[in-house]
């Protein structure tokens, strides 16, 4: 199985309301980052949070990460319509090196 | 700064054709460079990774191929498509050095009939 795996794999809310994503992992890392896909497009980094760090905010952004549960959430607060996207959490792969790998991805709808 | 680009936007081939798919960085030097596939509505899988001149590892035996001729430029390529191999290719570059953040190209959306 991936060594993140996001959850829900879709989540449909309001615009303005907040959407919180979760990904879980398998292996201790030194990094887990977020990237937002929209629709037939490439990945755009969002956010990368380090295991020596709990918490990361970057516009509405918030980032958590717990290594003792090996797990990390992406809040989005104040949703937009804009936001809707598929969002991947993507961990390093075992030994070490530049090789990252992605979960499968929630996919966010934000009605307006 | 950097872009990178990849090209043909969108593919639709026949089985049992050759293929190939274009990636090129510009604005920054000696980057590792990656090639995914994505099936609709799911994850990346990584196909190829490079992280020089002619470095390519390969990640899960398959039907593809994939070289790195210059500095910034990666090529993915088939000798013959298979109907499998339909599919969201992106490319992707690093920093040298086992920097973390990815950057992706635009995607090239494959169709194989």
């Known amino acids: 199985s991936q060594q993140g795996e996001e959850d829900p794999q879709a989540l449909s809310i309001q615009e303005g309301e907040n959407a919180t994503m979760n990904c879980s992992y398998k292996t201790s890392i030194n990094n887990l980052q977020w990237y937002r896909q929209n629709s037939g497009r490439g990945l755009v980094h969002l956010i990368l949070?380090?295991?020596?760090?709990r918490e990361k905010h970057s516009g509405r952004l918030r980032v958590t990460l717990d290594t003792s549960k090996k797990s990390s959430s992406l809040l989005i607060t104040a949703s937009r319509a804009a936001d809707t996207a598929s969002y991947f959490c993507?961990?390093?792969?075992?030994?070490?090196?530049?090789?990252?790998?992605f979960g499968a991805g929630t996919r966010l709808f934000v009605k307006a | 700064s950097q872009t990178i680009h990849q090209w043909p936007a969108t593919l639709v081939q026949p089985v049992g054709s050759p293929l190939s798919l274009e990636c090129t960085v510009e604005?920054?030097?000696?980057?590792?460079l990656y090639w995914y596939r994505q099936a609709a509505g799911r994850g990346l899988q990584l196909l190829f990774y490079?992280?020089?001149?002619?470095?390519i590892s390969s990640e899960v035996p398959q039907n593809l191929s994939a070289s790195r001729p210059q500095d910034r430029q990666f090529i993915l390529s088939s000798k013959k498509l298979l109907l499998s191999d339909s599919g969201f290719y992106l490319c992707?570059?690093?920093?040298?050095?086992?920097?973390?953040?990815?950057?992706f190209g635009p995607g090239t959306r494959l169709l194989v009939l």
């Open positions: 604005g920054t030097s000696n980057p590792n």
């Open positions: 992707a570059w690093s920093g040298a050095g086992g920097r973390e953040t990815q950057y």
């Open positions: 490079s992280v020089g001149i002619g470095q």
């Open positions: 993507a961990t390093p792969r075992g030994g070490g090196g530049f090789k990252t790998i």
């Open positions: 949070i380090r295991s020596n760090e």
